[in-house]
């Protein structure tokens, strides 16, 4: 039995059902959520089982058309895919029938409304709400989104998306508080790529899209997507770092390559350019979102670089005919196998990596405040020397392939957008440059002076900006001696003023309430923006909690200052 709320024939009103506020009983109900609650559930088991078995059916019909070709004219292979194609075409007789396909979509644009109003209302009695329901909408709109007969049909033919649908969405897509699992929303995203004129590269089934004036219109006139968009999509890319299934890591990268295409898309549009700039005031929300973004940039470039020492290791031995020779059928085999999987995940992690980026690229030229903050500043600089540094300092050697577009790495392009990115934050913020000096890691000044000669020799930017790498080259180089200068100035620090995480001097420093240590703001602000527990025990921290450590703080102020007197005398 399915204890919810109902609704009568107009989507947005919730009627009696029979549940008794005050004694949290059920009594009756009445004819109309009966049928309701019996069509969704009769749908879930016949319809939407129906459609996951179709799914899996295309993919082994797919997988048997490309043995077939490969091994050629088989009579076995060939009368079993006949068999299959006869049963796909049975299938599509009712799987695709206009009129079956119209009613359905119908019925879920209603539940689709009716859900969105108790969400909006904050009906009490919400939780009761099946989780089935959402994720058997999301799977029937992907079936029509992808299904060839609905998208080579005219486009006056086509089934009209309602807004209720849109509005159903954009709403679930960010609402964590009401869809617990993150799962779920992402499938939710999913649908919204499909709706979109955007080809996902990275999907081994290509989703054929809307035209682009339909599209746009389609978010473009909604008010809920207009306001609400930007801020879900970028809510999930956060949330989606736990799925709580047990492939929720490559999960996650998945759904935030389509969000990051999402974003990519929704930009362009006047009508959200203004929803991102009014997003990335919020600042605790876009700092982990940024946060995310940095994460995900350098996890990416490090997979890529394993992968492509594996993948050049075994072709190295592949190419050996003595060394091949050497080797069982089994473990050639293997090899060869591990080799095809190297290369599709490098591919796949290359098409992410170069998404990110691009985003990050767009981002710094709009909301360049949320990046230069103390606490990402750091983070932020390390990241792109990091970037720098593999594609044109000593490390490059590392990511040298024999076909850059076999796997979709473009380092040409990602080089001209690092190199933009850098500029637009030095001509906002001085404190970047000293960010970019601090990076004891990555940074070089020979990196930096070789990027000029390669950003030259291939023409990848304009004169003027080539000339403005320059000059921030020469900026870098006068910083890093001022901060070399100043670090000697201060000799020995005392103890009681270094940061004990990171042996630093602390600039803010500030009392963890849950341990009792005292470490500078702008780390620990940083550490919570990954791990929301203090470092020392493990216990719940939020950067609320902080407490100003005013008396070391002026301790600290009254040493630079006595130092910087002697240093004049």
């Known amino acids: 039995t399915v204890t919810t709320t109902a609704t009568t024939a107009t989507p947005t009103t919730v009627v009696d059902t029979g549940f008794d506020d005050n004694t949290n009983k059920i009594d009756k109900f009445n004819f109309i959520p009966n049928s309701f609650y019996i069509t969704h559930y009769t749908l879930h088991l016949g319809l939407n089982s129906i459609l996951q078995f179709y799914e899996r059916f295309l993919m082994l019909l797919v997988r048997l058309e490309r043995e077939s070709r490969a091994m050629g004219s088989i009579p076995i292979i060939r009368s079993r895919l006949t068999s299959l194609v006869r049963e796909k075409l049975t299938m599509d007789i009712i799987l695709h029938d206009s009129h079956f396909m119209g009613d359905i979509l119908q019925f879920y644009s209603f539940s689709a409304s009716w859900l969105t109003h108790l969400v909006q209302t904050h009906h009490p009695h919400y939780h009761f709400v099946p989780e089935y329901m959402v994720e058997d909408i999301t799977t029937f709109l992907m079936f029509l989104l992808k299904s060839r007969e609905y998208t080579l049909i005219p486009l006056k033919q086509k089934f009209h998306i309602p807004d209720s649908i849109v509005n159903f969405l954009v709403l679930f897509v960010g609402r964590g508080d009401r869809i617990k699992n993150p799962y779920l929303r ?166 992410l990596a170069n998404e990110t980026l691009l985003l990050l690229h767009y981002l710094s030229s709009t909301t360049v405040e949320t990046f230069v903050r103390p606490e990402m ?82 023409k990848l930017v304009s004169p003027s900006i080539i000339t403005q790498w320059e000059t921030f080259t020469l900026h870098l180089s006068s910083c890093a001696n001022q901060l070399k200068e100043d670090e000697q100035s201060l000799g020995d620090i005392p103890s009681e003023f270094l940061d004990p995480l990171l042996s630093e001097l602390m600039v803010d420093p500030v009392i963890l309430p849950t341990s009792g240590n005292t470490v500078d703001r702008a780390v620990i602000e940083r550490h919570l923006l990954s791990n929301p527990t203090d470092p020392f025990n493990r216990k719940p921290l939020t950067p609320d909690m902080l407490v100003s450590n005013i008396e070391l703080k002026q301790k600290i102020q009254n040493w630079r200052n006595s130092l910087q007197s002697k240093n004049k005398e």
């Open 186 to 351: 992402s499938k939710l995203v999913e649908v919204l790529l499909a709706l979109s004129p955007i080809q996902d590269d990275s999907s081994s089934s290509s989703v054929m899209p809307h035209t682009q004036s339909e599209t746009i219109d389609l978010f473009r006139k909604n008010e809920t997507a207009k306001q609400s968009l930007i801020p879900s999509l970028i809510k999930l890319y956060v949330d989606i770092e736990q799925t709580g299934r047990h492939a929720q890591f490559y999960e996650k990268f998945n759904t935030r390559h389509q969000i990051s295409l999402l974003l990519k898309f929704l930009r362009d549009i006047p009508e959200f350019q203004e929803s991102l700039k009014k997003t990335s005031q919020d600042c605790q929300l876009f700092l982990h979102f940024i946060n995310m973004l940095i994460n995900d940039s350098i996890y990416l470039l490090d997979e890529v670089i394993s992968k492509i020492k594996r993948i050049r290791e075994i072709e190295t031995i592949r190419d050996d005919q003595e060394a091949m020779a050497q080797l069982q059928m089994q473990n050639r085999n293997d090899m060869l196998q591990e080799h095809a999987e190297l290369e599709n995940i490098v591919t796949s992690y290359c098409l």
């Open 377 to 458: 500043i750091d983070r932020l600089a390390v990241m792109l020397n990091y970037f720098l540094d593999h594609l044109v300092g000593p490390k490059s050697k590392q990511l040298k392939v024999k076909d850059h577009d076999k796997y979709l790495f473009k380092p040409r392009l990602l080089l001209s957008k690092l190199v933009e990115i850098y500029l637009n934050f030095s001509n906002q913020d001085k404190c970047f440059l000293e960010a970019v000096v601090r990076d004891g890691r990555s940074f070089s000044l020979d990196t930096f002076t070789h990027a000029t000669h390669v950003l030259t020799t291939h």
